[in-house]
């Protein structure tokens, strides 16, 4: 088993990828890792697809010790060299220019702050005292768990949060 499994996974990560995925959303988390005699925390980048049928796919999972820009455009050099071409939206945290490495490979792409991110950002520009009001606003404007929600809805929302 052990000889087999490094194989398939190399196989799975150099696997032919879609020319072409509406969305990928790519964010990193930070492991505790062992390396020699030391313990660290590193960053693993996971990168997430919709595929046009609309169902799901693991592009990949990248290590890196840190977290950056640069890593990204290896990351994303790797994508090509897997028939990856084109992207319609990424979805990515707010890392310092990210979108730069983004349009150099994929010119034509959009990009869009993960809500999560986008809220840790608001949280950080206001008074304490009214950060729970701002937390019920910014949920309710990127409610999620309604299937029946329309875009003319989700518009009214953020109007009257932007009116709050």
């Given at each position: 088993m052990f000889d087999l499994v490094p194989e398939e996974v190399f196989k799975w990560l150099n696997r032919p990828l879609e020319s072409y995925y509406p969305i990928v959303y790519i964010d990193s988390t930070f492991i505790p890792t062992h390396q020699v005699d030391t313990v660290s925390k590193e960053a693993y980048y996971t990168l997430l697809a919709v595929c046009s049928d609309r169902t799901g796919e693991v592009l990949g999972v990248f290590y890196f010790p840190t977290e950056g820009s640069k890593q990204s455009e290896v990351i994303f050099e790797r994508l090509k060299n897997q028939s990856l071409s084109n992207v319609g939206l990424f979805v990515t945290d707010?890392?310092?220019?990210?979108?730069?490495?983004?349009?150099?490979?994929?010119?034509?792409?959009?990009?869009?702050?993960?809500?999560?991110?986008?809220?840790?950002?608001?949280?950080?520009?206001?008074?304490?005292?009214?950060?729970?009001?701002?937390?019920?606003?910014?949920?309710?404007?990127?409610?999620?768990?309604?299937?029946?929600d329309t875009i003319d809805a989700a518009k009214q929302r953020f109007s009257a949060f932007c009116d709050f």
């Open positions: 707010g890392l310092t220019n990210i979108e730069e490495a983004i349009w150099k490979h994929f010119r034509s792409a959009d990009i869009q702050l993960c809500s999560v991110h986008l809220h840790r950002v608001f949280l950080k520009e206001v008074k304490p005292k009214h950060k729970a009001a701002l937390s019920e606003g910014v949920r309710e404007v990127f409610r999620s768990d309604d299937r029946n």
